[in-house]
T-cell receptor
Framework: QKEVEQNSGPLSVPEGAIASLNCTYS??????FFWYRQYSGKSPELIMS??SNGDKEDGRFTAQLNKASQYVSLLIRDSQPSDSATYLC??????????????WGLGTSLAVNP | DGGITQSPKYLFRKEGQNVTLSCEQN?????MYWYRQDPGQGLRLIYY???????QKGDIAEGYSVSREKKESFPLTVTSAQKNPTAFYLC???????????FGPGTRLTVL
């Protein structure tokens, strides 16, 4: 059973701080990883995709991938109260045959305090 | 504007009734998905379709049915066999399976 694991939190940071969210995965064959943000009562929204080892930056967001250690992280710089949400990590399930889908973590709840 | 639409936004159903949730996309995506999310819980995959006229069961398919007659549409029927159908239902699509998925706004189903 392929798995994606996240610390459920809640993670609480003060406004302006760096929030660090982590995700580990079990399938060494996974080649791509996705971070989604989900506000309460809303649908998930894709915020970052990462495909190769190292860092990928987009505005205040940085995704970091370490395939050897099988983890992917999301850093949010200058955290704002509007960043308060649940962050979901997803990776492809690298199954044999025709059964291809994303495997989802349960999400980490982030609270940014003014 | 390209995107995914789901209707209705809120749906109320009496016990014993079947109900169909609509999902339409104009992104020209091959793959479509249905998820269920309960309060404070993660996403659970109900059904998915990688191509027209083909679909596979997800992790919690019992009590649900789908069809994929058109590339743009992937309706989900919640049948009376689903014992606890009250939940937030999310439809998503991707260019192909394993790529990033894009979500519709969701349908909140309440069984009275």
């Amino acid at each position: 059973q392929k798995e994606v694991e996240q610390n459920s939190g809640p993670l609480s940071v003060p406004e302006g701080a760096i929030a660090s969210l982590n995700c580990t995965y079990s399938d060494r064959g996974s080649q791509s990883f996705f971070w989604y943000r989900q506000y309460s009562g809303k649908s998930p929204e894709l915020i970052m995709s990462i495909y190769s080892n190292g860092d990928k930056e987009d505005g205040r967001f940085t995704a970091q991938l370490n395939k050897a250690s099988q983890y992917v992280s999301l850093l949010i710089r200058d955290s704002q109260p509007s960043d308060s949400a649940t962050y979901l990590c997803a990776a492809p399930g690298h199954n044999a045959g025709n059964n291809r889908k994303l495997i989802w973590g349960l999400g980490t709840s982030l609270a940014v305090n003014p | 504007d390209g995107g995914i639409t789901q209707s209705p936004k809120y749906l109320f159903r009496k016990e014993g009734q079947n109900v169909t949730l609509s999902c339409e996309q104009n992104l020209n995506h091959d793959a479509m998905y249905w998820y269920r999310q309960d309060p404070g819980q993660g996403l659970r995959l109900i059904y998915y379709s990688q191509i027209v006229n083909d679909f596979q069961k997800g992790d919690i398919a019992e009590g649900y049915s789908v069809s994929r007659e058109k590339k743009e549409s992937f309706p989900l029927t919640v049948t009376s066999a689903q014992k606890n159908p009250t939940a937030f239902y999310l439809c998503a699509s991707s260019i192909v399976a394993e790529n990033e998925q894009f979500f519709g706004p969701g349908t909140r189903l309440t069984v009275l």
